[in-house]
């Protein structure tokens, strides 16, 4: 199995920047299908963002010229890079792997002037 933990999140003002990154544990990253999902209170989990293992990516129409996905499988990492957040940004995320169908723990995302 892939374990994952994720770091970046936090509290940012609305047009701010924050980069959340995915550590994963597992030898099988460079092949694996990878993707940022969300979950805001009172609301249905959405895919932000996917990316291939050779790199292809894809996005939510929400978020898409804002937000980038990006991996470096040298370490065994995604991120993504979050610009000109708005508050319905707001979110817990949650890094995805589809090969083992394995999540991270989430990390929170408050977007608030």
């Known amino acids: 199995q892939v374990q994952l933990v994720e770091s970046g999140g936090g509290l940012v003002q609305p047009g701010g920047s924050l980069r959340l990154s995915c550590a994963a544990s597992?030898?099988?990253?460079?092949?694996?299908?990878m993707a940022w999902v969300r979950q805001a209170p009172g609301k249905q989990r959405e895919l932000v963002a996917r990316?291939?293992?050779?790199?292809?990516?894809n996005y939510a129409d929400s978020v898409k010229g804002r937000f980038t996905i990006s991996r470096d499988n040298a370490k065994s990492t995604v991120y993504l890079q979050m610009n000109s957040l708005k508050p319905e940004d707001t979110a817990v995320y949650y890094c995805?792997?589809?090969?083992?169908?394995?999540w991270g723990q989430g990390t929170q995302v408050t977007v608030s002037s």
């Open positions: 995805y792997a589809e090969r083992t169908g394995s």
């Open positions: 597992g030898s099988i990253f460079t092949i694996s299908v």
């Open positions: 990316i291939t293992g050779s790199g292809t990516t």
